[in-house]
């Protein structure tokens, strides 16, 4: 089964611009879930979808926006970029996702390194 | 608000050492707990989970972590590190009521061969 996979793998922007990042789970996932890490903080959550519904959010600003298509492909999407959000985007799947017991282990995929000069 | 907390931030052994990396949480109740790996260059990847029942867990390549509800940590140990371990490491935990999971900063840990 091939893994999660996200494009692009890196990606340079400047001040004020906007980007879209791309996650396609691995087949048969319907939860994607996002996560920002940086060396300070660590991996912070973004948010969780789940069925093209947004079902969880962390407390991140809404600059930062996503969706997910029927297929359970997502994107992501930072409008007006600041230097503080150069980081590398993770992506997660998982079966079921982060509601309902057992929690089930979500897969991450090689993220897209962000770069904002 | 829920946090986890990791202890040492970068550490450094040599080969056949022993490692113990220090994570608390601060949930109360019921908790999921979990260790990933990130090694050089690749995804993300689970060591090991804690829902129930026995609180020592057992991962893969030899790791394993023992849940003290007591001292609400979670610690991952290797009785003999190697070079290959070298890789950050992550502690996670969800609480029963919520399953977002809240990630440790992480320990960068260096294997000396």
């Not at chain 1, 611009?17 to 396609?24: E, F, G, I």
């Not at chain 2, 986890?4 to 050492?17: D, K, M, R």
């Amino acid at each position: 089964k091939a893994g999660v996979t996200q494009t692009p793998r890196y990606l340079i922007k400047t001040r004020g611009q906007q980007v879209t990042l791309s996650c396609s789970p691995i087949s048969g996932h319907r939860s994607v879930s996002w996560y920002q890490q940086t060396p300070g903080q660590g991996l912070q959550f973004l948010f969780e979808y789940f069925s093209e519904t947004q079902r969880n959010k962390g407390n991140f600003p809404g600059r930062f926006s996503g969706r997910q298509f029927s297929n359970s492909r997502s994107e992501m999407n930072v409008s007006t970029l600041e230097l503080g959000d150069s980081a590398l985007y993770l992506c997660a799947s998982s079966l079921v996702g982060l509601a309902g017991a057992p929690y089930n282990e979500q897969f991450f995929g090689p993220g897209t390194r962000l770069t904002v000069l | 608000a829920q946090s986890v907390s990791q202890h040492n931030h970068h550490v450094i052994l040599s080969e056949a050492a022993s490692l113990e990396l220090g994570c608390n949480y601060s949930y109360g109740g019921t908790v999921n707990l979990f260790w990933y790996v990130q090694y050089p260059g690749q995804h993300l990847q689970l060591l090991l989970k804690y829902f129930s029942g026995d609180p020592l867990v057992k991962g893969i390549k030899g790791f394993e972590a023992e849940f003290i509800k007591s001292k609400f940590s979670f610690n991952l140990r290797k009785p003999s590190v190697q070079w290959s371990d070298t890789a950050e490491y992550f502690c996670a935990g969800a609480s029963g009521g919520s399953y977002i999971p809240t990630f440790g900063r992480g320990t960068s840990l260096i294997v000396h061969p």
